[in-house]
């Protein structure tokens, strides 16, 4: 079945560092992909997307490119901040309808100043 | 901002007793998810719906839980006798159609069973 495989945490950087957190995925068809951020105590909330291979999604400095060929969605920020820890879900969803969210096992990202 | 509401945030019951959660979608969002969140863990669909129709409770424990949308809007997740391994986070989500592509969560309802 569907399956998304993500780096294991937690990862903690200090602040304005270089962040990488890597997904791989396997899917059947042309899944889209999205990264969802979940702060303490809260769900979660949509960071980015892409819907075709070789788009990259963007938001708050956050970076993700749709890789086929490696079958990976790698988000990445240049320069971290104290705000940015939480946990990252990657996470697929095939577009053929009627087909729910799959999850990876969240990243745990803690940022010291 | 429209937003998925859920009540309760926090629900601690005993082992054995019944417990429910309610959702509200986003107004207009035909598409209603229910997902368990084991702590460190990504979230499990349990349950989807289109409008008032379940398309996927292939993962429900239907022993035990319960859905229904019975309007098409709000929904309700019960689960009878609750089990320490239910302990988890019970998030709602929504989307206008069923094709996944922008899907909005709640903030989650916390249940610990004791």
């Known amino acids: 079945g569907d399956s998304v495989t993500q780096m294991e945490g937690p990862v903690t950087l200090s602040e304005e560092a270089f962040l990488t957190i890597n997904c791989t995925y396997t899917?059947?068809?042309?899944?889209?992909l999205f990264w969802y951020v979940q702060y303490p105590g809260e769900g979660l909330q949509l960071l980015l997307k892409?819907?075709?291979?070789?788009d990259k999604g963007s938001n708050k400095g956050f970076e993700a490119t749709y890789r086929k060929e490696t079958t990976s969605f790698h988000l990445e920020k240049g320069s971290v901040q104290v705000s940015d820890s939480a946990v990252y879900f990657c996470a697929l969803v095939k577009g053929s309808g009627n087909t729910p969210l799959v999850f990876g096992k969240g990243t745990r990202l803690s940022v010291i100043a | 901002e429209a937003e998925v509401a859920q009540s309760p945030r926090y629900k601690i019951t005993e082992k054995s007793q019944a417990v429910a959660f309610w959702c509200d979608p986003i107004s207009g969002h035909a598409t209603l998810y229910w997902y368990r969140q084991i702590l460190g863990q990504g979230p499990e669909l349990l349950v989807q719906f289109q409008d008032e129709s379940v398309v996927d409770d292939s993962q429900l424990p239907k022993d035990r839980f319960s859905a229904e949308r019975l309007k098409g809007v709000d929904s309700t997740l019960k689960i009878q006798p609750a089990e320490l391994g239910d302990s988890a986070m019970y998030l709602c989500a929504s989307s206008r159609d069923s094709s996944g592509n922008t899907i909005y969560f709640g903030e989650g309802s916390w249940l610990t069973v004791v």
């Open positions: 892409a819907t075709k291979a070789d």
């Open positions: 899917a059947t068809g042309y899944p889209s």
